[in-house]
């Protein structure tokens, strides 16, 4: 089995900055991508960032110029670094990986971590 295991949230006051990580473990053969979804209270889930294997990335419009997702693929772990917080990136985040398992490639989530950005 497979499993993704998040840390880094908490509460953090506006135009602060937290850090997330997330580390996959179990039987695996390699992983194709991993990223970050979120999903406020009454909101469909949504991309904030994800990061190929070669290292490829992509971001929401919300999260340009404000949060940077970083793997170290020695340790099958993906960060979110995110600065200058605002109250409406307020949300459960939840890690993502897409990950090869014999032939066939399998999406996996983790519990996820509730971020609040409030003074």
């Known amino acids: 089995q497979v499993q993704l295991v998040e840390s880094g949230g908490g509460l953090m006051q506006p135009g602060g900055s937290l850090r997330l990580s997330c580390a996959a473990s179990?039987?695996?053969?390699?992983?194709?991508?991993m990223g970050w979804y979120r999903q406020a209270p009454g909101k469909q889930r949504e991309l904030v960032a994800t990061?190929?294997?070669?290292?490829?990335?992509k971001y929401a419009d919300s999260a340009k110029g404000r949060f940077t997702i970083s793997r170290d693929s020695g340790n099958n772990t993906v960060y979110l670094q995110m600065n200058s917080l605002k109250p409406e990136d307020t949300a459960v985040y939840y890690c993502?990986?897409?990950?090869?398992?014999?032939?066939?490639?399998?999406?996996?989530w983790g519990q996820g971590t509730q971020v609040t950005v409030s003074s």
């Open positions: 993502y990986a897409a990950i090869r398992r014999t032939l066939y490639v399998y999406d996996y």
């Open positions: 179990g039987s695996m053969f390699s992983i194709n991508a």
């Open positions: 990061i190929t294997s070669g290292s490829s990335t």
